[in-house]
């Protein structure tokens, strides 16, 4: 995985997956775009904490509003997997984002902060589906950052969690929506080609 490049050792570790219902390479792509849009739960908490404010506002909450918001792009496997990369103080009001570039991440060790690295991954399970899953790793950088982190993960990690199994089931029913639309384009198509009778 991508994601071992980048953060290899780590203090908090959180996995989640599902399985959609279309063949990875199909896939892929609407996790790139990374429309969240209609995660509800996730977009309250961006609002509350003035995350989505920040990023424009609009009705369209995707990848280019995460890099608005600080995450960058660490490295990206097209139809397997993309992880995003984010240096901060998460524990505080507005987080501290530290602006920094890809090549940077992996040496980043500057006392007092927390480095996250989050990843979206698609490989197939079976005949045309495939398992979407995604990884956080935080990693913190020095004893005083892992007790600020150990005492702000303790209120927030059910949250966290929350979060992340809703992005995921918001990519899977992008994902089958479109399968579907296509299906009932096949079926439209075919009956007009048989024509009536």
Not at 127 to 135: F, H, P
Request: glycine content about 8%; overall charge negative.
């Amino acid at each position: 995985m991508l994601i071992d490049d980048y953060l290899p050792t780590y203090d908090v570790s959180n996995t989640y997956a599902v399985t959609v219902n279309d063949i990875a390479s199909k896939v892929y792509p609407i996790v790139r775009k990374m429309d969240i849009s209609d995660a509800d739960v996730t977009m309250f908490l961006f609002q509350l904490r003035g995350i989505a404010s920040k990023c424009g506002g609009g009705q369209e909450f995707d990848l280019d509003s995460l890099l608005k918001m600080g995450f960058v792009i660490l490295e990206e496997k097209t139809n397997h997997e993309l992880v995003l990369g984010l240096i901060g103080k998460p524990w505080t009001p507005d987080g501290c984002l530290v602006d920094f570039n890809a090549e940077e991440f992996k040496d980043f060790d500057r006392p007092g902060y927390a480095k996250i690295a989050w990843n979206f991954s698609v490989k197939s399970a079976g005949t045309g589906i495939c398992q979407l899953a995604t990884e956080t790793r935080i990693q913190c950088t020095d004893e005083e950052s892992r007790w600020k982190f150990g005492i702000y993960w303790f209120f927030v990690s059910s949250l966290s969690g929350l979060t992340r199994k809703e992005i995921l089931r918001v990519l899977k029913s992008q994902a089958e929506k479109v399968v579907i639309e296509v299906n009932e384009s096949l079926l439209s198509l075919a009956s007009w080609l048989s024509g009536p009778g």
